[in-house]
């Protein structure tokens, strides 16, 4: 029987390892958003080759672009508007703004960096990994090909492919919902409501109550 | 109660018709609207795409079919592109 | 350090750390839903308490303002929660967990990570013919 953290523990790491998140990716934990980000990519494509151009340009070339563009919208009419509005407004809307959101780096764009299919694939990866090497700690490396777990195998070992099949609903289950609610424990659960965001607590309150409503019809049924 | 969910109708606190109004739910946190913002052309822009009409900014309507939004993709369907060529 | 680098090592750390509280034994997580054992869910509390108290110090003390994006309630926050809660008790994971499962040797945890597969793919595909409403933001990955 494999031997699990403490309660205390548990809980200092989900914390330090959100942080830790935050920190050295400079994003919010959460990864059902990789999930989602593959499906993204297998039925929309490629990110536009510009998203990246957008990423690394610099101030001038950014400048120009939006003003191209916004030419291109509302013709001559918007750079006489803008003159008038800029004279009348502060300073955060001529364009010193974007001098004041990266000042010395070429990149001024003020957009979150569109991550790699590499990158997420190196997490899901990642977290294989980190599963091994739990299990190569615990001693519990081991192989096997049945559903693990007495309960488990209480509940559904009994028919063939009784296993097999919960597991792969209940796959299909995790991955709508999670897309659907846009979010699953750490997004929601751990970073979501911590942050008290409303749609995080709603959420984390609707899969623990179905999970645990779900766990007792199972218990019941058995 | 209502400020925990999505907006989705025009402010509450302001004339329906008043073009300087945010209509639009992601107006907050709308990298675009930021970048243009920023860049001092928003207002021409919010205007006519994050007022009362933004359902027809492209940008929401990408994200309301649930696909990902380009970051370059402006309000009105065409994607920011850059002189220096694509990096 | 490279960004693959960093992005691999959060991953092996998470992992690490869910593997070792439990949450990646399906037996486990069920004792966690029928309350026989409390253990993970104080885990669960206390990390998300310890979190409450860590964001507000993290924007204090940031260079730059931190940029979070916004979680509101959207019209599939009720309904996907509960889908995904349903799910997670019948599988025992949520998504990161089947891939913790793989790397402990439970083979049997690629019919939960097809499964994950195919319903995110599934629902992208009937939310897009079907419904339209945003999940509060446009910004994506």
Redesign the interface.
């Known amino acids: 029987m494999t031997h699990h953290w403490p309660w205390w523990l548990g809980g200092l790491a989900l914390a330090g390892v959100a942080l830790t998140h935050w920190f050295v990716l400079g994003r919010q934990m959460a990864v059902s958003g990789r999930f989602t ?1 593959i499906v ?1 990519r297998w039925r ?1 494509g490629a ?12 101030r001038a ?10 030419h ?3 013709g001559a009419q ?1 750079e006489a ?2 003159a008038h ?2 004279s009348t407004r502060t300073s ?4 010193t ?2 001098a004041a ?1 990266a000042p010395s780096e070429p990149s001024a ?4 960096r ?1 991550r790699t299919l590499a990158e997420h694939a190196v997490f899901l990866g990642s977290l294989v990994l980190g599963g091994l090497f739990s299990a190569l700690l615990a001693g519990s490396l081991e192989l096997s090909l049945a559903p693990s777990g007495e309960i488990f195998a209480s509940l559904f070992a009994k028919t063939p492919g009784g296993g097999a099949l919960v597991l792969l609903v209940g796959g299909v289950l995790v991955g709508a919902g999670t ?1 659907m609610a846009a979010g699953c424990t750490s997004g929601h659960g751990l970073c979501g409501v911590s942050r008290l965001q ?1 749609g995080s607590l709603l959420a984390t309150v609707a899969f623990f109550g179905a999970a645990v409503a779900t766990a007792f019809v199972l218990r019941v049924l058995s | 109660m209502r400020h ?3 907006r989705s109708d025009p402010a509450r606190s302001g004339d329906h018709n008043d073009p300087t109004q945010l209509a639009c ?2 107006a ?5 609207f ?12 919010q205007i ?1 795409y994050c007022g009362g009409n933004y359902h027809s900014c492209a ?2 309507q ?13 309000p ?1 369907g ?10 | 350090m490279s960004t693959l680098l960093r992005t691999s090592i959060l991953g092996i750390v998470l992992g690490f750390a869910l593997s070792r509280i439990g949450f990646s034994s399906w037996d486990e997580v069920h004792r966690m839903f029928t309350f026989e054992s409390l253990r993970m869910f104080l885990a669960f509390v206390v990390g998300v308490t310890l979190l409450t108290l860590a964001w507000p110090l993290v924007r204090r003390f940031s260079a730059t303002p931190p940029r979070w ?2 979680r ?3 019209r599939g926050t009720l309904a996907g929660g509960l889908l995904f809660g349903v799910g997670w008790a019948l599988s025992g994971a949520c998504p990161s967990i089947a891939l913790v499962q793989l790397g402990e040797g439970q083979a049997a945890a690629l019919f939960t990570l097809a499964g994950i597969f195919v319903g995110n793919w599934l629902y ?1 595909w009937v ?2 013919r079907y ?11």
Do not use: Y
């Open positions: 980000a993204n929309f990110p536009d080759a510009g998203a990246r151009a957008l990423q690394n340009a610099s070339d950014l400048l120009a672009a939006i003003q191209a563009a916004t291109a919208e509302f918007e508007s803008n509005a800029s955060e809307s001529d364009g703004a974007l959101l764009a003020p957009v979150s569109v897309r409303p | 925990l969910f999505k739910p992601h907050r946190g709308c990298e675009m930021e970048l243009l913002r920023a860049a001092g052309t928003l207002k021409t822009w006519r940008r929401h990408m994200s309301a079919q649930g696909k990902p939004v380009p970051p370059n993709l402006l009105s065409q994607l920011l592109r850059f002189a220096g060529g694509d990096r | 994006s916004a509101p309630i959207h992208s939310h897009e419904f339209r409403w945003s999940a509060g933001s446009c910004v994506d990955d």
